[in-house]
């Protein structure tokens, strides 16, 4: 059956950086596209990023152009969202989705 499984979250601090990751299985990961959403306390999941099936397409949300960067290597059968300057309203639990399916979430905290 189809698996996503997300890691890499933590505290950080306003300012620092964290690379999620997050582990496909049970479906030809090469033949999808993958996105990363987030959900925020007391806020709609909304979309962070996504990626195209061979990597060559991304899209992100307003609010992390220019700081995150979606990147996948197929082999792996993995996805990552590397954060940069990161904010503390980037604080939110950080979710792998792909063709309907979902992963159960990261944490990602940020405060000093």
């Known amino acids: 059956q189809v698996q996503l499984v997300e890691s890499g979250g933590g505290l950080v601090q306003p300012g620092g950086s964290l690379r999620l990751s997050c582990l496909a299985s049970g479906f030809i990961f090469s033949g999808y596209a993958m996105n990363w959403y987030r959900q925020a306390p007391g806020k709609e999941r909304e979309l962070v990023a996504g990626i195209s099936s061979g990597g060559g397409i991304t899209n992100y949300a307003d609010s992390v152009k220019g700081r995150f960067t979606i990147s996948r290597d197929n082999p792996k059968n993995t996805v990552y969202l590397q954060m940069n300057r990161l904010k503390v309203e980037d604080t939110a639990v950080y979710y792998c989705?792909?063709?309907?399916?979902w992963g159960k979430g990261t944490l990602v905290t940020v405060s000093s």
């Open positions: 989705k792909t063709n309907g399916y």
